[in-house]
């Protein structure tokens, strides 16, 4: 596919490199020369303010061909094919918006680099974003796109050979407490013991001590359970141990516990590995190299994926950092506040570094449902969750893209405050599976 832009920017490579080649798998080259375009006997495009000859307009709005981060005065538009943006009124352009430009305002997260509200843990917020103002978060809108514009090709040139998209589940679980009352350490299990005395918890503190005895099995200790759907369901599984040092927001069992260990290569036999790096690992230099170290010590292999603590995220800057520390993988593109696609799709896509205005190595794996968003958030009894998890499910599947989901090992007991999620896991799992 050959296509044609007055400019040619690393803005308009990546957005075409990612749409037509990564996502439909069709082999691009540039030209700002219009006339080798117009003699070109290639299936093209062009790209800019009128078109050339015969081949399939798209008019250009102006972002891929700026630099800098500027406000957009976005207005969102939707007809019976869904919603859009950055419209015009051309009559030559196959479609009534930039399709280009407005994939690439979603994918860079254009507007996380723009001045926002920020939630107490310093995150951008959904509710800030233009999906959830405009009501097309949960809709993947990027992969609807091209599908259409599959479509447009076709009509065009229908001898050409678009890679099969194919649907995947990925089911990845969060450790930031492998034990709710084992392998603490005596300081921490005396102060738990004090705390429970001081708010007369007695039942805790008989539970913890016949675990602590050996009497019960921790209450966080679901990997049985997890291995076993993992088998029954033919489950490609990620899990992402958090190795940091303890503190307020960080209160795994020490890394250096033999049974934590023992338990990370354990699962490292039957599923891939993750760094989940810490709180402060945005803002303290040098933390995720070290707490890197520590599990590619601990499972004697190189770590390539992250998912961020929080899910922290302050682009460009976490995802600099992750490359810097040659993660390829990062699993961190969701909120807490809402299920849905933060970046407007469902399939995984090489980000782009606003700040250095270049497209990298790192790969975004967007996930659209977190159970504690269900359940915290979203206020949802577990009946409610499965409702929405369903609905989400079937919109990736309509797209054939990659539906990823989000637990926690400590969600999965199945008990107090998390009775019948376990159920809603299961569910999910048989949602995707199907």
Known sequence: MLIYSHKITPRVRYIFNVLLGDM??????????KESFSVSEEAKISYSHSKIGDEIHFKSHGLLHETGVKDQGIRVSDNENGKFFYAHNSTESVLNFDVFAASFFLLSRYEECLPHIRDKYNRFEASESLGFKNGFLTEPVVDQWVLRIRDVLTSKYPELV???RK?????TIDIDNAYAFKHKGFVRTLGAYLRALVNLNFKEVVE???VLLGRATDPYDTYNFQLEIQKQYDLRTIYFFLLADYGVNDKNVPFYNSEFQSLIKHLGDYAEIGIHPGFNSNQKNGKLKIEKKRLQRIIHRSVTKSRQ?????????????LIDNDIREDHSMGYAEHIGFRAGTCTPYRFYDLDLETATGLTVYPFAVMEATLKYYMKLQPNEAK???TKIVRKVKDVDGTFIGLWHNETLTDRDIWAGWRDVFEHMVKEAKA
């Open 162 to 164: 678009f890679k099969k």
């Open 24 to 33: 439909l798998g069709l082999e691009v080259s540039f030209t700002n020369e």
């Open 208 to 210: 913890r001590t016949n």
């Open 309 to 321: 603590h929080f899910l922290i995220l302050h682009l460009p800057h976490t995802y600099q950092k």
């Open 387 to 389: 409702v929405e998890i």
């Open 167 to 171: 649907y995947e589940f990925i089911s």
